[in-house]
């Protein structure tokens, strides 16, 4: 995954009511009418927000085929196993080192010659 790809993805879910909204997919497909009761907001405003998490690739979303004006929101399981790997990676313990700087006070000094 491209450092632009985790960071918008992250940038996104750093909105309160986008992690809300992502949080609540998590339980399971949603249709706008059920995360705008949840959270008391209105529908544009949901329809917003999933926007912006269907652009970072997060959610997906699938109009019923009987009658197209309801659409349902879920994650995209492709995307949050690479974001998942993506985290792990970057926040694994085992990735720091003993290292001192190469400049300044503290900075290792190597002879010459």
């Known amino acids: 995954m491209k450092i632009q790809t985790l ?5 996104a879910l750093s909105e309160p ?11 399971g497909v949603q249709c706008n009418c059920e995360i705008a009761e949840r959270l008391g907001l209105s529908l544009s405003l949901i329809s917003h927000h999933l926007r912006v998490l269907r652009q970072v690739g997060l959610v997906q979303s699938e109009r019923d085929p009987d009658d197209a004006r309801w659409i349902y929101h879920s994650i995209s399981q ?14 694994d313990v085992n990735r720091i080192r003993p290292r001192l700087p190469s400049c300044g006070p503290r900075a290792v000094v190597t002879a010459k010659g």
């Open 17 to 27: 009511t986008r992690l809300s909204i992502f949080d609540m997919l998590m339980e």
């Open 78 to 91: 492709e995307a949050l196993t690479q974001l998942d790997e993506e985290m792990r990676h970057l926040l």
């Open 7 to 11: 960071t918008g993805m992250l940038k």
